[in-house]
Every structure is written in C-alpha cells, then in structure tokens.
C-alpha cells in the first residue's frame, strides 16, 4: 500500500509549483482530481517546444502524473457547484489564483472551512496574502530577481542570471507537500483541517540558506561569486587539460589529500593552512592549483581524487546527468502507459525511496478534461 492511499485531493493549481506538490503527492498514493478550464486548460499545456512525438508539451508532463482530469468553468453556477461536489469528497485542496479568487467564486478557506471543518487548504501565492502582497504577480522569474537569487548567480555582481529552472517554483511547491504531509498528521491527531499559506518569496529566502543568514545573522549582503563559495576554498571549477573539473574540499582532511595527489607542499605553515585562510587567499590559491590540473584530463583528477575522498567531478549536460543516474542504478526515467489515451509517456522518477510504501505510476498527465 502506497503511504498516502484513501486521501483525494482537489487540485485548481496551474503551471508548476502547485501542480509539482501534488504530483509528488500523488506518486506517493493520493488520488489527485486536477480541475482545469475548459478548452484551454493549464497553461503548460501549450508550452513548448520541445513536444513528444503526441504533440504533448514536456513541461506539462513533468509535473502532472497520477492525475484525474476534470474541466469545470467557475465563472458559472454550474462549474462551481462541479467544483464544490469534488471538494466535498476530498482531504486536501490546492490553489494559486491570484488572491482573492477563489473568494469570488466562493471557494475561500472561510467559506470551505465552515462546510468541510477537515479540509486542508493549501494556497499558493507570489508574495503572501497581504493587501500590498496580493497587488504583485507571482512568477518565478520575478521572485528570482526580487527575492536576491539572481544577485548572487551569476559571474560577478554585474551579471545577475536566473537560475536554469525555475527552481523557486519547484522549492514552493516542495514546501507546499511538506506542508500538506504535516497537516494530514496534525488532523489525524486533532480531526481538523486548516489552511496552509506558501508564498514563492518566503520560499526564495528560506532556500537561500547560508546566504540569506549572512544578512540576517550578520548584517552581509552576500553577492555573486561566478562558482565561488564565499565561505569554502578551494570549492568551484577548474580547467583541466581537456575540460572543466569541480573540485568540492569542505574540510581541512580532503584538502591534505589533494594537495598530496598534485604534489604541492602547501597545506602547513602557509596562506592555505587552514579554510579561513584559504578563503582570504582564494586568488593566489586558484593560480596555482589551475597550473597543475591543466596538466592532466578531467577524467584522470576525478578518478584518482575520487579514490582517496576527495569529491572531484566533471560538468555533465542534463543527458550525461541522467546517463549516470542509469549507470549507477537510480532509474531516473519511468515509462507510463496511460490506461485512458493508451500513450506512453516518459518523465523523470520520483527521487523518494520508500522501503515499505513505494511510490507507484498509475497514470501518464491527462488529456483536457479526460475524465469529465
């Protein structure tokens, strides 16, 4: 039996936050009803390319398996007493209108809680729910620029860059089903729902981790490092002989044996004795371990570093990243055939062992309202 099995939940979430939090959700045994709009639909449906050899757009298959498929237009009586019905038969229920919404339609937690007082609500918003909050649009890409990611991405503070994936989202929507998963067990204990509140910015910062507390424990603001970190050495990219190597050293110990691999007497009584001096003499430190790996290929430093603990390795494409996920046995690609279209459907696998409630893949991402 699969962890979650008997719980429904009730997705009106779009795009890719919430609909990644209730994929995982679902891989893990819930039964997801996605309710979308008629003939449109979510919009990832038509972002591409790249499509499938179906005409489906990869994006919306990433985040949306394990899914019923429903339609219901909430601008009518009609679509929300649809809507309703589906709530009144689920545990959980997951948005990201823009605030105010599913007020309108008369679907707000208020309103919700007094009919189905077990009801977990999960909104999903850009900045929160505040009345200055609710005014700004809630996209990634923003909340990258606002909430400061991109100023510390990048090659130097000149070049703020967003990150290659629009990781905010994904980080929101991790939280949002950490979240979910607390609220089901506190109600399990209570008999109560409640409403859980995820806001793209909050998510940002949390996730920020070190960074974010350097200002807020220290009064720093951090900036852009190219591959640097601002508080270990060496730990970035080098340039091998053929290619660029990752050299990650987090303690004094690997740094004694890389230093004993390329043959450098440097580790004692010297500017890189110890990390903190390392770190105030990243440049100088940099000079010349760049010397001695433009010696020899990146795959001969990954192997013989590898050997004795040092974590050295190369800079894989996505393609090579999921070829090594295969070669060291993590099955990163299920196949789906989806019992309603008969499509096959590959995705990426849900990264969550569990040994006693494995995840499962029942269904591929639904056809517009495929099962109205």
Not at 62 to 91: F, H, M
Not at 216 to 228: E, I, L, S
């Amino acid at each position: 039996m699969s962890a979650l099995a008997g719980i429904k939940i009730a997705d009106f979430s779009r795009v890719l936050a919430g609909p990644y939090a209730t994929m995982l959700l679902g891989d893990m045994g819930a039964e997801v009803i996605k309710i979308e709009r008629p003939a449109t639909g979510d919009d990832t449906r038509t972002w591409g390319p790249p499509f499938t050899s179906d005409g489906d757009s990869t994006y919306f298959q990433s985040v949306n398996r394990n899914k019923i498929g429903v339609t219901a237009d909430l601008t009518t009586d009609l679509g929300r007493a649809k809507a309703l019905e589906i709530i009144s038969k689920c545990d959980v229920l997951v948005e990201n209108f823009t605030i105010g919404t599913m007020e309108k339609f008369g679907l707000g937690y208020e309103e919700l809680h007094k009919k189905f007082p077990k009801l977990i609500y999960c909104q999903i918003s850009g900045f929160g729910t505040s009345t200055a909050a609710a005014k700004l649009p809630g996209y990634d890409l923003l909340v990258q620029g606002m909430s400061g990611l991109m100023s510390i991405t990048g090659a130097d503070e000149n070049s703020p860059t967003k990150v290659g994936v629009a990781l905010v989202d994904v980080i929101s929507g991790l939280h949002a089903a950490l979240g979910i998963s607390a609220a089901l067990v506190s109600r399990a204990n209570s008999g109560v729902g409640q409403k859980i509140e995820i806001n793209l910015l909050s998510s940002a910062l949390s996730a920020m981790v070190n960074q974010s507390a350097a200002f807020a424990g220290a009064g720093v603001t951090p900036k852009a490092m190219g591959n640097a970190h601002p508080s270990i050495a060496p730990y970035e990219v080098y340039q091998a002989k053929d290619q660029r190597l990752i050299i990650a050293v987090g303690n004094d110990g690997q740094f004694l044996e890389l230093v004993k691999v390329l043959n450098l007497n440097i580790a004692n009584g010297s500017r890189f004795e110890s990390n903190s001096l390392r770190v105030a003499n990243r440049l100088a430190l940099n000079e010349i371990l760049n010397a001695k790996f433009a010696t020899e290929t990146a795959s001969y430093w990954s192997e013989v570093l590898t050997k004795v603990g040092v974590p050295a390795g190369p800079i894989n494409s996505i393609a090579e990243g999921i070829n090594l996920a295969a070669e060291i046995g993590l099955e990163p690609i299920v196949t789906i055939k989806d019992p309603r279209s008969g499509k096959n459907s590959k995705t990426i696998a849900n990264p969550i062992k569990f040994s006693e409630t494995p995840v499962s893949y029942r269904l591929g991402a639904p056809e517009l309202g495929a099962d109205n």
